[in-house]
């Protein structure tokens, strides 16, 4: 089996220009990031949905793996102690994020016809950010979680088209 | 001839490879069978039980248009798959474990793709599907998933050994700005991380796989470009026949690995 | 008519909770992503998915951008009597993705 270079010596400066190009290419899966993607932005979108009410912690459980090998498809599943019952129930759960170009996840509605409060869904993080969850119980009260996850890209990435 | 270490190298061994590579002109030997392990080992628990899942995994949409596609009739001969195979579930069992392989009208190898369209050419009087389209690729994904949990078993076929070669000649073979060997990543470094990325041994037996990456299924060439385009490598169009020799190479080294196809991948 | 696939168990028995799986093939274009040209390509998702027991709602998830393509949600309900499980599907036009599971419960 023959080693068959393209040229006999590489110099630094093709190198580098492809290192750079695939870094370049990494640049390319990044979608573009508009000014209001912030924590800030996350913290005003709660803001909207929950008002000046209280957050507690508790009761609210977020389940993400610390570390994904690809933001495009991340498995979340929420749960919430509740009995579920007409008494008592989870009515709604949201979810949002923190760097991704607009905060807002999915919000879920639930009710005493659930049986468990537990969903599950694939979202999709632009980078290593927070994800927080906000549940709304039937009685008013807010109970609130949130969970890290550290985003890695594929390392070769295929031009687009 | 001499290697001597030339400041790429060196270079490439800080910058991307985390632990220090010695640039070898041979690989390490094809990696032993005790070491053998499929793409599925490199992925989180999390995308593993994605995969496993067949009533959650992305990849059976792609199977069910396939299973749609099977009995629709086609082309000029207004003909179906189902046709002339009947049950795929019994016709196609263990097909796709054994592509690619020899065909005597074109006497080189073909893949699974290439032969579906043959069939469609052919028996239907239909066109041809693009390569990577919605509907080949459903198609693929439907047959290929008929085999799944069998063992890779390429054909013992002699007429296909110089074809197998030049798979392996182009696998060795230090390519593009980089100036890296397939082997290079996953011969030498499976296992190990590039740029935080788990490198896997670059095994067929997913394929269609559903990848995270694409957001939809695609096919074993289309990864094996996207490869090369990462590698700064020369890569070329869909249906070339180095990327069917570097197929039937592929599924050369990772015979006895089990089909997994729709598989998940990131 | 995008293809889905529903896994909803064909009978339970009264009273229990069973869990509903579902999937749908959608691009969940996000409105965020530039083309070739570096033109953004525009913003075109599933915002509703409704589903509903014998024409009684039981779950609804409002959706947006960063929810992954080809929307995987599962969630549960109670097995309360024979009939429809309902699933419909919104996307940004309007336009309505409708599937149906019947379930037999004793």
């Known amino acids: ?161 | 001839m001499g290697r001597h270490f030339r400041i790429v190298e060196r270079t490439l061994r800080a910058v991307i490879f985390p632990i220090v590579v010695v640039a070898t002109p041979a690989f390490a030997a094809e990696i032993p069978p005790s070491e053998k392990r499929s793409g599925y080992f490199f992925m989180s628990r999390e995308t593993q039980a994605m995969q496993d899942d067949l009533t959650a995994n992305p990849g059976m949409l792609s199977v069910l248009d396939g299973e749609a596609l099977w009995s629709r009739k086609a082309g000029a001969a207004d003909r179906a798959c189902a046709d002339c195979h009947g049950d795929a579930s019994a016709s196609m069992k263990g097909v796709a474990a054994r592509y690619p392989a020899f065909d005597a009208t074109r006497g080189r190898p073909i893949n699974l793709d290439q032969r579906i369209n043959s069939c469609r050419a052919e028996r239907q009087q239909a066109t041809p599907l693009p390569y990577e389209s919605k509907d080949l690729l459903a198609l693929s994904a439907y047959v290929a998933t008929q085999s799944r949990g069998m063992p890779v078993t390429p054909p013992d076929d002699p007429r296909l050994e110089r074809f197998r070669e030049a798979g392996r000649a182009f696998y060795e073979v230090r390519q593009g700005q980089l100036n890296l060997a397939c082997g290079h990543c996953h011969d030498d470094n499976w296992g190990k991380r590039l740029a935080g990325a788990l490198i896997p041994q670059a095994h067929p037996n997913g394929y269609p796989i559903y990848r995270l990456e694409w957001q939809s299924v695609g096919s074993l060439q289309r990864r094996l470009r996207n490869c090369l385009i990462g590698m700064r490598a020369e890569h070329f169009d869909y249906g070339a026949p180095e990327y069917v020799d570097l197929e039937l190479y592929l599924a050369w080294r990772g015979r006895g690995l089990p089909v997994e196809a729709p598989a998940v991948r990131p | 008519m995008a293809r889905t696939l529903i896994n909803v168990p064909k009978t339970a028995k009264r009273g229990q909770v069973i869990e509903i799986k579902t999937l749908i093939s959608h691009p969940m274009e996000t409105g965020f992503r530039p083309d070739r040209s570096g033109k953004l390509v525009p913003r075109d998702i599933i915002n509703k998915f409704v589903c509903t027991y014998n024409d009684v709602e039981v779950f609804r998830a409002d959706l947006h951008p960063a929810i992954a393509a080809n929307p995987f949600i599962s969630f549960s309900t109670v097995a309360t009597e024979s009939g429809t499980l309902a699933f419909t599907w919104t996307d940004d036009a309007g336009k309505i993705y409708a599937e149906k599971a019947n379930i037999v419960v004793e």
């Open chain 1, 1 to 161: 089996m023959t080693d068959r270079t393209h040229s006999s010596r590489t110099s630094r400066r093709r190198f580098l220009a492809g290192a750079g190009a695939l870094a370049g290419g990494l640049g390319l899966a990044l979608r573009i990031r508009p000014a209001d993607a912030t924590p800030e932005a996350m913290a005003e979108a709660i803001k909207q949905v929950v008002g000046q009410a209280k957050l507690q912690q508790g009761k609210i459980k977020l389940e993400l793996p610390p570390l994904v090998e690809n933001g495009n498809t991340v498995p979340l599943t929420v749960s919430v102690e509740s009995p579920m019952t007409e008494a008592a129930h989870v009515r709604r759960i949201h979810l949002f994020n923190e760097k991704n170009p607009q905060p807002y996840v999915a919000t879920f509605h639930l009710g005493p016809r659930s049986g468990r409060s537990s969903v599950s869904a694939r979202l999709r993080l632009a980078d290593s950010q927070h994800v927080v969850a906000i549940a709304e119980l039937s009685d008013g009260s807010l109970w609130t979680t949130r969970v890290h996850v550290v985003v890695t890209i594929a390392a070769c990435l295929e031009e687009i088209g």
